[in-house]
């Protein structure tokens, strides 16, 4: 399984994150980037996996009107320093993502420049899409060329000329040799050439195998982009939708039909990780987009609950507001900071976060398991997501009244992680009371709520296969102890543990791996499989 699969992610539109000038106007390089490295402690608290950095080369504007694929943009620093960003991401566990913005540049592209200068002369002509001298642009160009969805701002590559596509793959390996990111998203992946995506796929996947491929696509059959020749994943439009308007027209059918349609008993999406997120840098948050607050840890547990991977948009974690207004995005795209938003923010929904991405890494069923309805209503759902002899449940009410379930499960027992309340359990049957506007994940093993606090060891790698549901004895104690995870990340130290629940008391208790495996620093196993 591929590491994005199990990820969550966290996303950030740099020049407004960084509060960069609007124009670039040429002037001094300023490192305003280096503020990531204040956010990484928040990164890790939250359980993010990977940081996707929206554009940041060499820009007019926004960053999506590039002039310079090979340099970071000088409002936000220099190609040393972003290199240092992601080597200190790496080291705490954090993967990068870059923004791949290749189906158009911006006016000042150096390519375009010549054409401007030389005419018809200029070696770069048949660089961009629809190019021809028989007529005269909108900016008064001497010439006619295509505007990525009529803005002529936004000049349309053409990427059927290979010059192009070696010119951008070029590019593609600077980033990987420099600053080696882990993978790339492709703005307006829906007007991208299809042989353009798969030469991408084939020289990354030669240089990494892991390296993660993601398109921006709208509308239309997300598997035209994302299979085994092109992208691993496309942006979830529809789920986005179906999350905001499910909770603002109280009617989770809707949302429950879009995930059964792509991930249930026959979904047309088996084997994909869609990439799933509540808004972004082009659409208004989701604080802004819901008609009562109330809603918004309910729409992020949905998000964490359902099939693929959650993005958290940097700022929505503590319910910022931002509109597009007046036809400008700059209210999506605001600069923070943390002290502010530890101050001023929803931290009660913060924490809400938090929780879910500890509760994410610790349940595998909860990241990639088979979905599976239980019970829908208008203003209640209750899920399962199975896997591997494991299932976690999910309930949601959106009502302004107590709600319950009844619902037959194998399971001996039941917990709530975000409560750490216990479920009533007889005979198969589990009885849940929901508040008002309220959410719980339901296991048998509360493994969130029970891991000690464990010393940090020396991380070396697994020489032993273990096994989730065997029988070891603690040669320390005697004790007989059940394998109930082989793979944990401690909240704080990001430290791999092994999880475990005593047979004499019932207690879940976790241990460092290299303890189980015998690979910690002095070389012996605490533990025996029985």
């Not at 948050?285 to 729409?299: E, W």
């Not at 959650?310 to 900071?337: F, Q």
């Not at 990639?368 to 976690?392: C, S």
């Amino acid at each position: 399984m591929n590491w994005y699969e199990n990820a969550v992610m966290y996303h950030i539109y740099p020049l407004g994150f960084c509060g960069a000038p609007k124009y670039n106007e040429g002037g001094e390089t300023v490192n305003r980037l280096e503020k990531v490295l204040d956010w990484i402690p928040h990164l890790k608290e939250l359980g993010v996996d990977a940081l996707y950095f929206g554009p940041v080369f060499e820009s007019v504007e926004y960053g999506y009107d590039t002039t310079d694929y090979h340099v970071i943009d000088r409002r936000l620093g220099t190609n040393e320093m972003f290199a240092h960003i992601c080597d200190e991401l790496h080291k705490n566990g954090i993967r990068v993502i870059l923004d791949g913005v290749f189906n158009h540049v911006g006016r000042n592209f150096w390519a375009f420049r010549d054409v401007q200068e030389k005419g018809q002369a200029s070696e770069y002509c048949d660089w961009f899409a629809g190019l021809n001298f028989g007529g005269q642009s909108p900016c008064g160009d001497p010439f006619w060329y295509e505007g990525w969805n009529g803005f002529y701002n936004l000049v349309k590559l053409n990427l059927k000329n290979w010059h192009v596509c070696d010119y951008l793959i070029d590019a593609v390996s600077m980033w990987i040799d420099t600053f080696h990111i882990d993978g790339i998203r492709f703005d307006a992946a829906d007007c991208v050439d299809f042989n353009f995506f798969r030469r991408i796929h084939q020289f990354c996947k030669e240089r990494n195998p892991e390296f993660w491929l993601m398109g921006e696509i709208i509308h239309g059959d997300y598997k035209r982009w994302a299979n085994p020749e092109m992208l691993d994943s496309v942006t979830n439009y529809e789920c986005y939708k179906g999350i905001y308007s499910s909770h603002n027209d109280q009617n989770y059918f809707e949302i429950n039909y879009s995930i059964n349609r792509q991930f249930g008993n026959g979904g047309i999406y088996h084997g994909t990780a869609l990439y799933n997120f509540v808004d972004n840098h082009d659409v208004n948050r989701l604080a802004s987009t819901l008609s009562d607050q109330r809603c918004l840890p309910l729409c992020y547990t949905l998000l964490y609950g359902m099939p693929g991977i959650p993005s958290i948009y940097y700022g929505s974690e503590y319910g910022v507001m931002g509109r597009h207004e007046n036809d400008s995005d700059d209210g999506l795209r605001p600069c923070l900071e943390l002290s502010e938003l530890n101050h001023s923010g929803n931290l009660d929904l913060y924490r809400h976060l938090v929780k879910l991405g500890r509760i994410y890494h610790a349940y595998p069923a909860l990241r990639t398991g088979a979905y599976r309805t239980i019970e829908v209503r208008n203003r209640q759902l209750l899920f399962a997501k199975m896997q591997d002899g494991r299932t976690v449940y999910v309930a949601l009410n959106l009502e302004d009244a107590q709600s319950e379930f009844w619902f037959q499960m194998q399971e001996p027992s039941l917990v709530d992680v975000i409560g750490s309340q216990p479920v009533p359990v007889e005979n198969g049957n589990a009885h849940i009371t929901l508040a008002p506007f309220s959410q719980m994940i339901l296991v048998q093993d509360d493994i969130v709520n029970n891991i000690e606090t464990v010393e940090e060891a020396i991380s070396i790698p697994e020489l032993t296969v273990l096994t989730e549901g065997a029988k070891y004895r603690d040669l320390l104690d005697d004790s007989v102890c059940v394998l109930l995870q082989a793979s944990v990340r401690h909240a704080e130290t990001q430290e791999e543990l092994v999880v475990y629940r005593k047979e004499s008391d019932g207690s879940v208790w976790a241990m460092p791996k290299s303890i189980f495996t015998g690979t910690s620093y002095d070389n012996q196993s605490r533990f025996a499989k029985l």
